[in-house]
């Protein structure tokens, strides 16, 4: 089969991307399968066109390979891919629409605000008293924690939004929770093993996620059946409302009371060396291969 796999991109993701698109590209010339790497441009219609691929695995991470935009591409050039389509992507790349179907559907999420432009210094009071201190300040559209701050000050607040508008348009300010850092990948409807994720410096930034030994994963998490069993069904129907289908993750945190906060679903997980969703999957018995071979042959029937 003829597979073009597009990683890269110009978002912020872009070295996360290549690394997921070469990891993958690997495992479909070792399945038997004829694969071409492109770094998309604006020219990837044409591109697309001439290479005239059976299937196209998006590897891009950020808001134009995820947010539904390419998506809508690609079902205009009848191209079959991975991952949901149009309507689930947007919904999924959008923090704050995300965290509104969470809220509706009553899936535990933390209390939130959001903003498009620089706060003026009134603005911070009301949402520190609101949400309390430290706030999580984050991108609206973006992944792999790029532009998140955590601020235990309202001084920082200003610069901790500056910062996030350089990555999205909106911004979700958010409550943070204190306790474990959990993230439950779903394939095909079958919850995978959680993971319990302990960053060595203490936050899961980029670093933490990406670079070698930057973090600890420890399969179970260290939690009551009870408390895993509520944390999982939240992971579970939050995936479930978004309407996400194939290899989906959703990342949450477990406060000391053992409630679980769901903070996000990832529609396109990273497909890395160090990423969390093929680890899950190896935790369920599938090899790396198996499990990209088990999507590919998902999303062409």
């Not at 690394?19 to 038997?32: E, T, W, Y």
């Amino acid at each position: 089969m003829r597979i073009v796999v597009l990683a890269g991109g110009d978002s912020p993701e872009r070295d996360v991307s290549l690394a997921s698109g070469q990891a993958v590209c690997a495992a479909l010339l070792r399945l038997g399968h004829e694969v071409k790497v492109i770094d998309p441009q604006i020219d990837l219609p044409v591109v697309l066109q001439q290479e005239a691929p059976d299937f196209v695995w998006i590897a891009l991470h950020g808001d134009k390979g995820e947010n539904g935009s390419l998506q809508g591409l690609l079902d205009w050039l009848h191209l079959p891919y991975n991952g949901p389509g149009v309507l689930t992507s947007a919904l999924a790349m959008n923090k704050i629409t995300s965290k509104q179907l969470f809220r509706a559907e009553g899936i535990p999420t933390p209390p939130y605000r959001t903003a498009h432009t620089n706060p003026e210094r009134v603005i911070c009071e009301e949402w520190v008293e609101y949400l309390d201190l430290p706030l999580v300040v984050k991108p609206a559209e973006a992944g792999s924690t790029v532009g998140i701050t955590i601020c235990h000050r309202l001084e920082d607040l200003p610069g901790a939004v500056s910062l996030a508008l350089r990555y999205s348009q909106q911004v979700l300010i958010e409550q943070f929770v204190p306790g474990q850092e959990l993230t439950v990948a779903v394939l095909d409807g079958l919850v995978l093993p959680a993971i319990e994720i302990v960053p060595k410096g203490g936050f899961y930034d980029y670093e933490a996620k990406y670079a070698a030994g930057g973090s600890i994963h420890l399969i179970p998490p260290r939690l009551s059946a009870s408390t895993l069993k509520a944390a999982v069904d939240a992971a579970y129907r939050a995936c479930q409302i978004v309407g996400s289908t194939g290899l989906v993750r959703a990342d949450l945190r477990v406060d000391p009371e053992g409630r679980p906060w769901v903070l996000e679903v990832n529609t396109l997980p990273g497909m890395t060396a160090t990423s969390l969703a093929p680890e899950a999957a190896q935790a369920a018995g599938l090899t790396f291969d198996q499990l990209v071979g088990r999507l590919l042959e998902r999303h062409l029937h």
